[in-house]
C-alpha cells in the first residue's frame, strides 16, 4: 500500500523557516518524481515544487516560492523535504506531498497523496 | 506560465442530475490534463488523467473529454459522495490548478 506521511508543520514566526518531511512508503520512492503542493484556508489548490526520480536531480518551483524553497528527497531514507525560508502569512496553508503517476515523468499527475502538514506564519 | 480558468465556480445540483465542469487553458496542453476531487479536510483525489482516462476504481458515472484548451469533467447521475469540490490540473509545462469548482446540493 502506497503511504506518504507529512510532517513538521507549525506555527511560525514571519521571516522564519521551517523544513517540512515527507516519509514514503509502500512504493520504489528513487523512481517516482514527487511534488508539493498547498492550499491555504479555504483556498484552492497551488502547487509548490516538485523533484524529479530515476536518479536525477531536476528541481522546479512556482514563481511564489522561488529563492525561498528548496525541495529535496533523500532515496536512502524514502524521504522527500521542503526547506522553506523567509516565510510571510501568505505562505499559511496546508502543505500535501504527492507522488507523480508515471515514473519515467519529471511531471505528470498525482495519484497518491499524503494528508498534510498546516504551516501557520503568524506573529 | 499556463493559467487554468474553470467554471462555473459553484454548482447546485441534485441527486441524480448530470453535472459538467469546464476547464480551459490559456495556451495548448494536448491531453496533458487531470481532474481531481477534493471533500472537505481530506486530501485531494485523482479521478481522471491524460483529459479522459479514468483512474482505476473510479466510478464510470465520471468522465473527462477535451484537448487543446478546453476541456470537461461530466458526472452522470450524481450521488450524495459526489458533492465536493473539483479541481483540474495542467501537467504540459509542470503544473497549474483550476481554482476549483465547488459542487453543492440543491
Known amino acids: 500500500e502506497v503511504l506518504l506521511l507529512e510532517s513538521g508543520g507549525g506555527l511560525v514566526q514571519p521571516g522564519g523557516s521551517l523544513r517540512l518531511s515527507c516519509a514514503a512508503s509502500g512504493f520504489t520512492f528513487s523512481s517516482h518524481a514527487m511534488t508539493w503542493v498547498r492550499q491555504a484556508p479555504g483556498r484552492g489548490l497551488e502547487w509548490v515544487s516538485g523533484i524529479s526520480g530515476g536518479g536525477s536531480t531536476n528541481t522546479y518551483y512556482a514563481d511564489s516560492v522561488k529563492g525561498r524553497f528548496t525541495i529535496s528527497r533523500d532515496s536512502s531514507k524514502n524521504t522527500l523535504y521542503l526547506q522553506i525560508n523567509s516565510l510571510r502569512a501568505e505562505d499559511t496553508a496546508v502543505y500535501y506531498c504527492?507522488?507523480?503517476?508515471?515514473?519515467?515523468?519529471?511531471?505528470?499527475?498525482?495519484?497518491?497523496w499524503g494528508q498534510g502538514t498546516l504551516v501557520t506564519v503568524s506573529s | 506560465d499556463i493559467q487554468m480558468t474553470q467554471s462555473p465556480s459553484t454548482l447546485s445540483a441534485s441527486v441524480g442530475d448530470r453535472v459538467t465542469i469546464t476547464c480551459r487553458a490559456s495556451q495548448n496542453i494536448g491531453s496533458w490534463l487531470a481532474w481531481y476531487q477534493q471533500r472537505p479536510g481530506k486530501a485531494p483525489k485523482l479521478l481522471i488523467y491524460?483529459?479522459?482516462t479514468l483512474e482505476s476504481g473510479v466510478p464510470s458515472r465520471f468522465s473527462g473529454s477535451g484537448s487543446g484548451t478546453e476541456f470537461t469533467l461530466t458526472i452522470s447521475g450524481l450521488q450524495p459522495d459526489d458533492f465536493a469540490t473539483y479541481y483540474c490540473?495542467?501537467?504540459?509545462?509542470?503544473?497549474?490548478f483550476g481554482q476549483g469548482t465547488k459542487l453543492e446540493i440543491k
Open positions: 504527492a507522488r507523480t503517476a508515471n515514473p519515467q515523468w519529471d511531471y505528470g499527475e498525482y495519484d497518491f
Open positions: 490540473q495542467q501537467y504540459n509545462s509542470y503544473s497549474t
Open positions: 491524460k483529459a479522459s
